[in-house]
């Protein structure tokens, strides 16, 4: 079964440093999502892309967090400087119309900033 | 803006049994569709179960059915025959339109299945 593949899985850093995560979405699906998950807030999105174009980066930081696509098979999602107010689950979703589900999801990036 | 509701944060129940789980959720939109998403201590995302509004009946997975209710705003889980597997925290979740818009997640269920 094709995946949308997450790395690192686990990241631990200190605060201001910067920190990258990555995300290859399914072959042909042409809508990446990042989502944040803490205890807190649950899940939340905070950025979109579609065909590679920011569609929606409204729940992001801006002065802090970064999301880009290169290309079609890889985003990223950049925080500098890291706090750790920023420690949660990072979940990509890619998704297509034609599609079975809305989003199929990798397994996420747990990041701990100390 | 769409809203979703899960006014259980935590329940508990003994294996084989059955247990249903709450949510509601708020929109003007009249076609949409809903999910309830697991998620266990692995922390994957697993759709377990998906509806289309403009269906009448109720969908059904295996040991997972749902009760949708359009006028009510309200589609609850069902699980049947309750196993260990089962335990995890479970997420509904809405959307419009497939493809190119972010899914709107209730705070979601901590379900715990007692041998």
């Known amino acids: 079964d094709a995946r949308v593949t997450q790395t690192p899985r686990h990241k631990v850093t200190e605060m201001g440093q910067e920190v990258t995560m990555r995300c290859q979405p399914i072959l042909g699906h042409n809508t990446v999502f990042w989502y944040r998950q803490t205890m807190m807030q649950g899940l939340e999105l905070l950025a979109y892309?579609?065909?590679?174009?920011?569609?929606?980066d409204s729940g992001m930081p801006k002065d802090r967090f970064s999301a880009e696509m290169p290309d079609a098979t890889l985003a990223t999602l950049k925080i500098q400087p890291s706090e750790p107010r920023d420690s949660a689950v990072y979940f990509c979703?890619?998704?297509?119309?034609?599609?079975?589900?809305?989003?199929?999801f990798g397994d996420g990036t747990r990041l701990s900033i100390l | 803006a769409q809203t979703v509701t899960q006014s259980q944060p935590e329940m508990s129940v003994q294996e084989a049994e059955t247990v249903t789980l709450s949510c509601t959720y708020d929109t003007s939109e009249s076609n949409y569709y809903l999910f309830w998403y697991k998620q266990p201590p692995s922390r994957q995302m697993i759709l377990v179960i998906r509806q289309e509004a403009y269906k009448q009946q109720n969908a059904t997975e295996n040991r997972f059915s749902v009760n949708f209710q359009k006028a009510a705003k309200s589609f609850s889980l069902k699980i049947s025959d309750s196993q260990l597997g089962d335990t995890a925290m479970y997420f509904c979740a809405f959307i419009r339109n497939f493809g190119n818009e972010k899914l709107t997640f209730g705070t979601g269920t901590r379900l715990t299945i007692i041998p």
């Open positions: 892309f579609r065909n590679r174009a920011p569609l929606d």
């Open positions: 979703a890619s998704g297509d119309r034609n599609s079975n589900q809305p989003q199929h």
